[in-house]
């Protein structure tokens, strides 16, 4: 029998640390390891090769920790490294195990919040630029029209400490407003980055009354238990002892300064290189 082994998740920075929050609110039994790619975040603005590069050794790390099954936290390695890492890579890697992202749990949902069928999306340059979400949403609700909007400024003034300070809102009303500009009739808005629900009264402030916004943390996690009642030759091998255990690529200190903000909850962490 394969060694049992922890489930991973993989953000760029923090942000997947508001992800790895709600599956660990939803499914407390099973050993969890978060691993932040810091020193080379925010992945937003780089390049497919580039996101795609970083997020397969990363895979390759959790999988070296007998890691069954790997989230992707993260809306632009879920964009521009998924597809490729579960067609190319995972058949020569390890064909018994499992990479999942967070784009489409919420593809698969999303088009049932809206009545007025116009959906908007706020997420990075690089989530934009693939039109994932355009493509996933398009396969199961056909009659939805998808908005998208880039707010390259937010992670920066995230992950900087900055989301607080009154600077802060000129951003975020920035990109709705661009956002409500392409269609007025927008009545469900996505925070299609994990780095976003820290600044979600922000974006409510600057929203029109009435509009939906959703965040995916909770989503993911509804997704990921359904997932496993459905494979349970995955769900088998995932320890379950309720350890949790976390890894940065950077300094360990400001990690774990700025984690406790995004998963709610002190932590430590270890170092890790990838190259």
């Not at 490294?81 to 020569?92: E, H, N, T, V, Y």
Request: glycine share 8%.
């Amino acid at each position: 029998m394969p060694e049992k082994g922890p489930i991973g998740v993989f953000d760029s920075g923090y942000g997947g640390l508001t992800v790895l929050r709600e599956i660990v609110e939803r499914l407390p039994g099973y050993d969890y390891i978060y691993l932040g790619d810091n020193a080379r975040a925010p992945y937003g603005s780089r390049s497919f090769q580039t996101v795609y590069r970083y997020t397969l050794q990363s895979v390759k790390w959790f999988f070296d920790q007998d890691c069954p099954l790997v989230i992707l936290a993260c809306n632009t390695a879920s964009a521009k490294a998924l597809r490729s890492i579960q067609q190319k890579d995972l058949p020569g890697m390890d064909s018994q195990k499992r990479v999942l992202g967070v784009i489409r749990p919420t593809s698969e949902i999303i088009g049932t919040y809206s009545d007025s069928k116009h959906i908007g999306i706020l997420a990075t340059a690089g989530t934009v630029a693939s039109e994932s979400y355009v493509i996933e949403i398009e396969k199961f609700f056909p009659g939805v029209k998808v908005f998208q909007q880039a707010c390259p400024m937010w992670v920066p003034l995230v992950e900087n400490d900055e989301y607080n300070n009154q600077g802060a809102d000129f951003f975020v009303k920035k990109y709705i407003d661009e956002l409500m500009d392409q269609s007025p009739a927008i009545d469900t808005i996505l925070l299609a980055c994990t780095h976003y629900p820290l600044i979600q009264d922000k974006i409510r402030k600057y929203t029109p009354a009435g509009i939906q916004i959703l965040s995916q943390g909770a989503i993911v996690a509804d997704s990921l238990a359904d997932y496993l009642q459905r494979h349970p030759e995955i769900e088998s091998r995932i320890n379950a002892a309720g350890k949790r255990t976390f890894y940065t690529t950077d300094s360990t200190e400001d990690f774990n300064r700025h984690a406790i903000q995004f998963y709610g909850a002190e932590v430590g962490s270890g170092h890790v290189d990838l190259e």
